[in-house]
């Protein structure tokens, strides 16, 4: 197996493959040895294993799940959540002990905590039979970094790097759906958020790369795609194009299910909700962080919108696609967040009635501005709040989902059902997990479920045999 021809894109520039076809030095260092990925974090993350994956294969390498066994581990990291942080420093706890009597046996950082100088700086100094550090930008550097230190050479790799990568390859997770990067870093620097620092500033990938791409999933039989980004609805801002075209160009492609994630208020346009109105193959759902009802909080988070523009543009999505569902993200115990600011974020949760939240308790990041303001809640009291607005996030949740009870959707059956080894599980078009009873050979279509139960956070249902689509 040859390794992808890649082209690197600087400046927005082509530039040439980066590899000579080295695979008979591959298959000379690496022949019969195995890796073990672990990946921590966002769907960015998930992706950037994908392509991980696909390196280490192409390689020789096989997979195992087994650490004991590998040769290579390889930790994909995310800098986020304080909790990943830790699990990632647990783990490594782990390799060092396999690798004390192992020549053969060699740790990469990965991903996003490799873009944190100060923190590589002090794991490497506790952490010192780490044997690769490697950036999200510099991906598609593994393989010759690998080639060299199997033969004995010590590297360290540190980036920051503003290349688009053109033409990757990826070991998708899934043979129906997959992730399709559109873009990459943000540009809004929210107080609290380490995404700029890690993954950089804006940079689109070029309008006909992802065409290509998608007919390509397409072509493969792919059903559905998902538009990534850390803040995917400023695609093209840099390159003269918009996410509403992008948007438009990806649904004339013609494949059965489109998706985007994550989208920020401030960059949403009446043009993106009338292209989502407008073709069918656009799925009616879209997750759109709130993060705090209180205007106070918004600006000192540097969100750029206030709580009225934010139900303002709620309001609109509900009127312009009426079966949208619409999820969000809430951080509570910001620094500065008095109880009066809570009931403001309380409030928009009563209003809009999502139909989820994924809710965290504030924690600060190094380097972030948000890490320097002064925090005086105690975590008890931010619990205790967490707790509430958890309990009417799954009020709304579970009422929304009860509004499909007797109802017939269409599902995109993806596998077997962790909760029941005798159903099938999948997810509707607004983004709702039903577990199936129905037969095995309906995973990877398209199937009519008639939903028979429903709770806060799934759905169950019965297959409709008279509707089905490959």
């Known amino acids: 197996m040859h390794l992808p021809d890649l082209n690197v894109a600087k400046d927005r520039t082509s530039k040439e493959n980066v ?9 000379k260092v690496f022949k019969d040895k195995k890796y073990f990925l672990r990946t921590y974090g966002c769907q960015m993350n998930v ?15 096989t997979n195992t799940e087994k650490v004991e066994e590998a040769n290579v581990v390889v930790l994909n990291t995310c800098a986020i959540r304080e909790n990943a942080r830790d699990k990632v420093v647990g783990f490594l706890g782990k390799c060092h002990y396999l690798k004390k009597n192992r020549d053969d046996f060699k740790i990469v950082l990965a991903g996003c905590m490799s873009e944190q100088p100060d923190f590589i700086e002090s794991i490497l100094a506790k952490h010192k039979y780490i044997d690769i550090v490697i950036g999200t930008h510099n991906i598609h550097e593994l393989p010759k970094l690998l080639l060299e230190n ?47 620092y890690t993954r950089g500033r804006e ?54 299910r489109v ?8 960059n949403f346009t009446d043009g993106m909700l009338e292209v989502i ?4 193959n656009i799925m009616p759902y879209i997750h759109l962080p709130l993060q705090s009802g209180s205007d106070k909080i918004l600006k000192r988070m540097n969100r750029r919108y206030t709580k009225e523009e934010y139900l303002t543009l709620f309001r609109k999505m509900k009127k312009m696609i009426p079966n949208v569902a619409i999820t969000t993200d809430i951080i509570v115990g910001f620094p500065g967040e008095t109880k009066e600011d809570f ?25 972030t501005p948000a890490a320097l303001m002064e925090d005086k809640t105690p975590l008890k009291e931010k619990e205790e709040r967490l707790q509430e607005l958890n ?54 279509k398209i199937v009519s479920v008639k939903i028979t139960d429903a709770k806060s956070f799934s759905l169950d249902g019965e297959y409709v045999k008279e509707k089905i689509e490959a």
């Not at 950037?48 to 390498?61: N, T």
């Not at 072509?219 to 609805?233: M, P």
């Open 259 to 266: 998706r985007f994630v994550t989208s920020h208020p401030w």
């Open 19 to 27: 590899y000579l076809d080295l695979n008979e030095n591959y298959q």
């Open 391 to 444: 309990t009417l996030v799954n009020y709304y949740s579970n009422k929304s989902n009860q509004k499909l009870l007797g109802k017939t959707v269409e599902v995109l059956v993806l596998g077997d059902s962790e909760k029941d080894e005798s159903k099938v599980y999948g997810y509707t078009d607004t983004m709702k997990l039903v577990n199936v009873s129905g037969p095995k050979d309906i995973i990877g």
């Open 150 to 196: 199997f033969s004995k050479q010590t590297i360290e790799v540190y980036s920051n790097s503003d290349e688009i990568i053109e033409g990757m390859h990826y070991e998708r997770d899934s043979k129906y759906t997959a992730w399709v990067n559109i873009m990459y870093g943000c540009d809004k620097f929210c107080t609290y958020c380490i995404v700029p």
């Open 277 to 280: 109105s407008k073709y069918d």
């Open 343 to 367: 009931e403001d974020t309380l409030d928009v949760v009563k209003t809009c009635e999502f139909d989820g939240a994924y809710t965290f308790i504030f924690s600060p990041r190094v380097g």
């Open 203 to 256: 940079r689109s990938r070029k309008l006909e790369s992802i065409i290509k791409e998608v007919e390509e999933l397409k072509d493969k039989g792919y059903l559905e795609v998902t538009l990534l980004g850390q803040n995917v609805n400023a695609y093209g801002q840099d390159i003269g194009e918009s996410f509403s075209h992008l948007l438009e160009c990806v649904a004339k492609t013609g494949i059965k």
């Open 47 to 61: 992706h950037d294993s994908e392509a991980i994956r696909s390196y280490l294969e192409a390689l020789g390498f």
